[in-house]
């Protein structure tokens, strides 16, 4: 599978689907300029290690870049990469701040806008994937009409003409009363071929869940979705749904 084993689960974050939900936090920022990458990792397999550290650390690695250029200007990357959770996440920070120079490093996440994958891209250690091309053949939801407490699944097939690289992928789901909630998954990227995911979402037989129609919004993107910046796109999407009776 070209999924990474990272999920995310988001509920209630905001109308209209993906590049709309994911632009809570993201649209508000000024477009990055393409700039030239920092730093020398090239190991294919750092990749997932290194989204995964800043996906739980970005936060804190900010603060800690705020305090040390308050209070230490002489600081280095043994200074920045220490505190952390575990011994394995000090290592990796202070693995990508040496390859990229300390300063390079901070400067890095002082942009507006700088989400892990696209951080790990500028630091070299996931590849930028030139022209990714995805179309979406067919999306199924099986059943197609069920009662509150049935579980469903999305089928979503898709057609890669270039290879995806790193990115996100899955859906958003809309109920009679609007957005009910977002699941991203992180992927490692496609190859040019046909490919097919299947999700399954569980319904209560609650309020939670009212009967009426249900809109099922399927997106693969190249990058975060919603960013904005250069190696960020919706390759495809699409649209599939079940009722509730």
Same mark, same amino acid.
């Given at each position: 599978?070209?999924?990474?084993?990272? #999920? #995310?689960?988001?509920?209630?974050?905001?109308?209209?689907?993906?590049?709309?939900? *994911?632009?809570?936090?993201? *649209?508000?920022?000024?477009?990055?300029?393409?700039?030239?990458?920092?730093?020398?990792?090239?190991?294919?397999?750092?990749?997932?290690?290194?989204?995964?550290?800043?996906?739980?650390?970005?936060?804190?690695?900010?603060?800690?870049?705020?305090?040390?250029?308050?209070?230490?200007?002489?600081?280095?990357?043994?200074?920045?990469?220490?505190?952390?959770?575990?011994?394995?996440?000090?290592?990796? *920070?202070?693995?990508?701040?040496?390859?990229?120079?300390?300063?390079?490093?901070?400067?890095?996440?002082?942009?507006? /806008?700088?989400?892990?994958?696209?951080?790990?891209?500028?630091?070299?250690?996931?590849?930028?994937? #030139?022209?990714?091309?995805?179309?979406?053949?067919?999306?199924?939801?099986?059943?197609?009409?069920?009662?509150?407490?049935?579980?469903?699944?999305?089928?979503?097939?898709?057609?890669?003409?270039?290879?995806?690289?790193?990115?996100?992928? /899955?859906?958003?789901?809309?109920?009679?009363?609007?957005?009910?909630?977002?699941?991203?998954?992180?992927?490692?990227?496609?190859?040019?071929?046909?490919?097919?995911?299947?999700?399954?979402?569980?319904?209560?037989?609650?309020?939670?869940?009212?009967?009426?129609?249900?809109?099922?919004?399927?997106?693969?993107?190249?990058?975060?979705?919603?960013?904005?910046?250069?190696?960020?796109?919706?390759? *495809?999407?699409?649209?599939?749904?079940?009722?509730?009776?």
């Amino acid at each position: 599978s070209s999924r990474m084993p990272l #999920m #995310m689960e988001r509920t209630r974050v905001g109308p209209l689907l993906f590049l709309l939900a *994911c632009c809570t936090l993201l *649209c508000g920022a000024t477009p990055l300029p393409s700039t030239v990458s920092v730093g020398t990792i090239t190991a294919v397999e750092a990749c997932g290690t290194c989204i995964s550290f800043l996906e739980v650390n970005q936060p804190n690695l900010l603060t800690k870049i705020a305090a040390i250029n308050d209070t230490s200007p002489t600081a280095t990357c043994d200074h920045l990469c220490t505190g952390f959770n575990t011994t394995e996440d000090n290592n990796e *920070c202070l693995k990508l701040c040496v390859n990229a120079g300390f300063t390079n490093f901070w400067q890095l996440f002082e942009q507006e /806008g700088m989400d892990p994958m696209y951080a790990c891209q500028r630091l070299n250690v996931c590849e930028v994937v #030139m022209n990714p091309a995805a179309t979406t053949s067919s999306l199924t939801c099986i059943p197609a009409t069920g009662a509150p407490g049935d579980t469903f699944r999305f089928i979503a097939q898709f057609d890669v003409a270039n290879f995806t690289g790193i990115g996100q992928m /899955g859906y958003a789901l809309y109920g009679p009363n609007g957005l009910m909630g977002v699941h991203l998954d992180n992927t490692e990227g496609y190859t040019p071929g046909k490919h097919g995911v299947t999700f399954e979402r569980a319904t209560y037989a609650n309020s939670t869940y009212p009967k009426g129609n249900y809109v099922v919004y399927f997106t693969l993107c190249a990058g975060q979705c919603g960013a904005r910046h250069p190696n960020a796109e919706t390759l *495809c999407d699409g649209e599939t749904g079940f009722v509730l009776s």
